[in-house]
């Protein structure tokens, strides 16, 4: 099976949460800062919109006993951009672009060799309303430049446009 990948997703290895996490998935869901989990047999996903999130993540996995890097390789953790794929080298991650319904165009990730072409999601995730469909991906220097920070409410962080005046909103697990 493979997983979806939007913005910046965090692949985990299922056995290393299982080993690490005395409960299993059960205590690992409570642990996950947003909604954006979905799972196959083999394989985690949790998604984030921010690489200081995806870092505060990676640290508290690997702070639980889950390895994230050995020589540069990934070993039990993996981050992947929707657009650029795997960010280290990792060689039990494959990652690619798959018809959804056979007409969405999405990023996945599934373990290497794995035959099965079922891509799971987030529960309630929804292609005209994700990321795939709408990317809006805004590089950090360019928010910096081109974007006023307004406020955090409900777990975002509100920036207006400065070119159109329109409020963007970037889904945070921390505040900024």
Same mark, same amino acid.
């Given at each position: +099976?493979?997983? $979806?990948?939007?913005?910046?997703?965090?692949?985990?290895?299922?056995?290393? @949460?299982?080993?690490?996490?005395? !409960?299993?998935?059960?205590?690992?869901? /409570?642990? @996950?800062? *947003?909604?954006?989990?979905?799972?196959?047999? =083999?394989?985690?996903?949790?998604?984030? +919109?921010?690489?200081? /999130?995806?870092? *505060?993540?990676?640290?508290?996995?690997?702070?639980?006993?889950?390895?994230? $890097?050995?020589?540069?390789?990934?070993?039990?953790?993996?981050?992947?951009?929707?657009?650029?794929?795997?960010?280290?080298?990792? /060689?039990?991650?494959?990652?690619?672009?798959?018809? $959804? =319904?056979?007409?969405? !165009?999405?990023?996945?990730?599934?373990?290497?060799?794995? !035959?099965?072409?079922?891509? $799971?999601?987030?529960?309630?995730? /929804?292609?005209?309303?994700?990321?795939?469909?709408?990317?809006? *991906?805004?590089?950090? =220097?360019?928010?910096?430049?081109?974007?006023?920070?307004?406020?955090?409410?409900?777990?975002?962080?509100?920036?207006?446009?400065?070119?159109?005046?329109? =409020?963007?909103? @970037?889904?945070?697990?921390?505040?900024?």
């Amino acid at each position: +099976m493979a997983v $979806l990948v939007e913005a910046i997703s965090v692949i985990i290895k299922k056995e290393a @949460v299982e080993r690490e996490f005395s !409960k299993g998935i059960n205590e690992f869901v /409570d642990f @996950v800062p *947003n909604k954006t989990l979905c799972a196959d047999d =083999e394989i985690i996903r949790v998604g984030f +919109m921010t690489p200081d /999130d995806v870092e *505060n993540f990676v640290r508290q996995l690997e702070q639980n006993g889950i390895a994230f $890097l050995e020589n540069g390789k990934s070993v039990e953790i993996a981050v992947v951009d929707q657009f650029n794929g795997i960010t280290t080298d990792c /060689d039990w991650l494959d990652y690619g672009t798959v018809l $959804l =319904e056979g007409k969405y !165009k999405i990023a996945a990730c599934q373990i290497v060799d794995s !035959k099965v072409s079922v891509v $799971l999601t987030p529960e309630g995730w /929804d292609y005209k309303n994700s990321l795939s469909h709408n990317p809006g *991906n805004i590089l950090p =220097e360019r928010l910096k430049k081109s974007f006023k920070f307004l406020r955090h409410e409900n777990g975002l962080d509100v920036y207006l446009n400065l070119a159109t005046g329109k =409020e963007i909103f @970037v889904g945070r697990t921390e505040k900024t």
